[in-house]
């Protein structure tokens, strides 16, 4: 009995001060908390010494692996948002050489109608107020948009 107790106070040990761990470092956590599960299943299954090392090695190993993966996708999630981000801040700082939002007549797409530069003046058309929406993972401000009326003046 005193074989038992033991055991669990060992691995409410591993709980308690798995929860005061950071977010990262799971590898090292699961392998303690595996290590402590296998040690209880070998000695459950084997009722012996080398059934409960096994099985703590076996658990170590097991909770190390789940505890990486864990850990890379935390990792990823990170990057993913840290690219997110600088993306963001990139698109609203060069929106202003957008295409859309310039109704005033001075910008075609990139390049301006007026400059003389040989670029044939837009067709009939209108513009048309596109709203917000979520375009895959990045959100687009609602904007207007020159839409021309015959669409095969571009071919």
């Known amino acids: 009995m005193k074989k038992v107790a033991f055991i669990l106070l060992v691995v409410s040990g591993f709980f308690i001060l798995g929860c005061a761990t950071p977010e990262r470092y799971n590898t090292q956590?699961?392998?303690a908390i595996g290590?402590?599960?296998g040690a209880l299943a070998g000695q459950a299954i084997g009722r012996n010494t080398q059934s409960t090392l096994i099985g703590s090695g076996v658990g170590a190993l097991l909770g190390s692996i789940v505890g990486n993966s864990v850990d890379q996708e935390y990792d990823e999630k990170r990057n993913r948002i840290q690219n997110r981000d600088s993306y963001n801040s990139e698109y609203y700082d060069n929106q202003k050489s957008q295409a859309?939002?310039?109704n005033d007549g001075t910008y075609?797409?990139?390049h301006h109608r007026n400059s003389g530069y040989?670029?044939?003046e837009p067709p009939p058309g209108e513009w048309v107020t596109v709203p917000g929406h979520w375009q895959g993972r990045?959100?687009?401000p609602a904007h207007e948009v020159?839409?021309?009326i015959d669409p095969g003046y571009y071919r």
Do not use: D, E, K
Request: glycine share 24%; charged share 20%; aromatic share 28%.
């Open 29 to 31: 956590r699961g392998a």
């Open 35 to 37: 290590a402590g599960f």
């Open 100 to 102: 859309y939002g310039n």
């Open 108 to 110: 075609y797409g990139n």
């Open 118 to 120: 040989g670029y044939r």
């Open 138 to 140: 990045r959100w687009v």
């Open 146 to 148: 020159w839409r021309p």
